[in-house]
């Protein structure tokens, strides 16, 4: 099983084409689909998380390629600094998954990384800096 976390860039002329339900249908992946951008006849953008066999992600990702559709594979993290947190919730009204929340009845803040699509809008808005990047192996191909 493979579990990957990838950012598809559309070229205008394939943004109309079903490539999710090929990706579901012909390569039996489970699609989870995070943010997406995507205009007709317009170049678009769609943040999935992409689970399925190895052989199977693997056809589909040489698929996708033909296509002439982009792959970026996420491989980013976002760690949190609880030492640094100071709970102010700024960050939670921003983030755009819940991966950043109040707890009741404490009222704490907690991140739950397993929501965390990579959008980074929670480092702009931390006034502590509790928020940081950190990049492994970012493969852009
Ligand atoms: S990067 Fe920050 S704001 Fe974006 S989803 Fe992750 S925790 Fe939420
Ligand atoms: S914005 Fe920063 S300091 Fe405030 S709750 Fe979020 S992580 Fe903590």
Not at 2 to 20: A, C, D, G, S, Y
Not at 32 to 58: F, T, V
Request: hydrophobic share 40%; aromatic share 6%.
């Amino acid at each position: 099983m493979i579990k990957q976390k990838i950012v598809l860039r559309f070229p205008p002329h394939v943004v109309e084409q079903p490539t999710i339900y090929h990706l579901i249908k012909d390569f039996d992946l489970m699609v989870n689909i995070l943010r997406a951008d995507i205009n007709p006849k317009k170049e678009g953008r769609l943040m999935m998380e992409l689970s399925g066999s190895e052989s199977n992600y693997q056809r589909a990702v040489e698929w996708l390629q033909e296509q002439g559709l982009q792959i970026i594979n996420l491989e980013q993290q976002i760690i949190w600094r609880s030492d640094l947190c100071t709970h102010c919730g700024a960050c939670t009204v921003i983030c755009p998954t819940e991966a950043l929340m109040f707890e009741r009845p404490a009222m704490t803040v907690r991140f739950a990384e397993e929501k965390c699509i990579v959008c980074e809008l929670c480092l702009r808005a931390c006034p502590a800096r509790a928020m940081e990047t950190l990049v492994e192996n970012a493969n852009f191909g």
